[in-house]
């Protein structure tokens, strides 16, 4: 994304670079990162950042390690995006976010926002973008829930029966692939999202495990924020009740499981190479983009800060202040119908899971 009134920055080349004066932009790119996670539920967290903090933060690792690697997302053919801490925080939109569509759009890119959370439809967070100002297609979306009813979908093509907790998304995605609820003697016990969750509800999950059900969770996040950005105990938690209860282990199908990546990339119709992820989570996202050999982009605008990556044992592709860094007015990053349709043709569909 140009802008008329902000001069050209040039990267400067291995020789020009001095090494105190890029330890000073070290420095300030490190300040910039923090005052992104600082600001957190204040106003300045969705103020555009100016150019001159983009081109400190640039320098943040090697600069033209850096911008080789933000030109290389720029030419994907496929973006996987995660949605809260990457496109919008509670109600806001994110800077950024607009423009990325706006650039996905304008140079015939392939793209899905993919969310862990099982509950809503497609259609509900098509509305609640379109209620920030981003108009997008039910298409573009991708749930827990739906992968959730991928997975038991090949396990079981005929359908089967299953006792569900969990919103209408879930149960929704699940009619879809010719699976109904049954609390007497089911196939499956499915734990997704949602506040629906009871001493009552857990009880008869156990109940129907101890009986031979097998225990499904749309995922694993232990907890999650509520409106007022406070703690609640998600999906994850109420799992390990029943996985303690049980002594048995629950299969998950939201990230970080390769499993939903290789869903995502059947819908794309793209393989790994020309697809990247992007989100905020390094303990889902990047996971997830790793572990299926998906470039993992991880952008600063939601959960995780630069002082946390030293908590793990693995790094993103990228590291970008947020999505605001990605889209370019430069003509070479758009993908031809005929390129596109080649893409596509190389990836096999005959099985979800063997995707090159």
Do not use: W
């Not at 950042?49 to 033209?64: A, F």
């Not at 907790?165 to 879930?170: K, R």
């Amino acid at each position: 994304m140009s802008d008329t009134n902000t001069p050209e920055i040039r990267t400067p080349s291995i020789d020009e670079v001095n090494p105190e004066e890029e330890n000073i932009s070290r420095d300030l790119a490190a300040d910039f990162a923090n005052n992104l996670n600082i600001h957190e539920h204040g106003s300045e967290r969705n103020k555009e950042p100016s150019s001159s903090v983009k081109k400190d933060y640039s320098l943040l690792k090697d600069p033209i390690i850096h911008t080789e690697r933000l030109e290389n997302i720029r030419q994907k053919k496929g973006y996987i995006i995660d949605m809260d801490g990457v496109i919008y925080h509670g109600t806001k939109l994110l800077p950024g976010a607009k423009e990325l569509v706006d650039f996905l759009n304008r140079n015939n890119k392939k793209y899905l926002f993919l969310t862990n959370n099982s509950a809503p439809t497609p259609r509900e967070l098509q509305q609640k973008l379109s209620r920030l100002g981003i108009e997008v297609t039910e298409d573009h979306f991708f749930t827990a829930g739906q992968a959730t009813a991928y997975f038991l979908s090949s396990q079981s093509p005929n359908g089967g029966t299953c006792y569900v907790i969990g919103e209408p998304g879930l149960a929704y995605s699940l009619y879809d692939k010719g699976f109904f609820m049954n609390d007497h003697n089911p196939d499956y016990v499915i734990l997704g999202e949602g506040p629906s969750y009871n001493y009552e509800k857990l009880s008869k999950a156990v109940q129907l495990v101890q009986q031979g059900a097998k225990l499904i969770a749309t995922n694993l996040d232990v907890e999650n924020l509520d409106s007022k950005g406070n703690k609640i105990p998600s999906c994850g938690a109420f799992t390990a009740c029943v996985e303690l209860v049980t002594r048995t282990k629950a299969f998950f199908c939201g990230k970080p499981s390769a499993l939903i990546m290789r869903y995502a990339q059947r819908v794309l119709g793209l393989s790994r190479l020309e697809t990247c992820i992007i989100g905020d989570r390094m303990d889902t996202d990047i996971v997830a983009g790793i572990s299926s050999e998906i470039d993992p982009v991880l952008v600063l605008s939601g959960v995780t800060s630069m002082e946390e990556l030293a908590l793990f044992a693995y790094r993103p592709y990228v590291i970008l202040g947020g999505v605001y860094e990605i889209p370019s007015d430069d003509k070479k990053h758009n993908i031809s119908e005929s390129d596109m349709e080649a893409a596509s043709r190389r990836v096999r569909f005959s099985n979800p899971l063997i995707l090159e």
